[in-house]
């Protein structure tokens, strides 16, 4: 029938891992030119595009595996209705209070930054980095054990031209 397979996105996650070693070794061999020492720019043009490349075919390794896991491997047609257990409820419970406690923390290290010191983007950066990250976890674990599916097929032999 449907399948969502894994190989494309085991290849991407494999060539994004060459990408960023080979972005690592022309970092080394960038500071061996230079005497053992890295110039002043922290990457050259060549990297930047290395690092780029790298992380597009990382994020596509994850979606492809993210779909398999919210999916399934092989999609069945008809109507699928999810079961969650209690120990999906105490974790999406466990990682709302998280995100309320990090929405909290990062409102409070905003105004500090802003009152008391000057302004810290990788504390920010980074908290609200973690506050998405939580989030999208959580709209998974929704989609995944509280929202049914259906899987519709139609005829091979449709309107469709192609």
Known sequence: MYRNDTIGPFFALLFSAAL???T???????????GGKPPHEALSEGQIGLVA?????????LIGYFSVWLEGVELRPGRHVPDPSGLVV?????????????????????IHHLTVEPVSPL????????????????VA???KYYLGDEVLVEDEHSEVPW
């Not at 690592?24 to 230079?34: Q, R």
């Open 20 to 22: 960023y070693l080979a």
């Open 24 to 34: 690592y070794w022309d970092g080394k061999h960038i500071a061996a030119l230079h």
């Open 123 to 138: 504390a920010e950066g980074v908290v609200f980095g973690a506050m998405m990250l939580i989030g999208a976890l959580l």
């Open 90 to 110: 105490a974790l999406a419970l466990l990682l709302a209070v998280a995100e309320a406690a990090l929405g909290g923390f990062f409102v409070r290290l905003m």
């Open 141 to 143: 674990i929704y989609k």
């Open 53 to 61: 490349f790298a992380t597009l075919f990382l994020i596509y390794g």
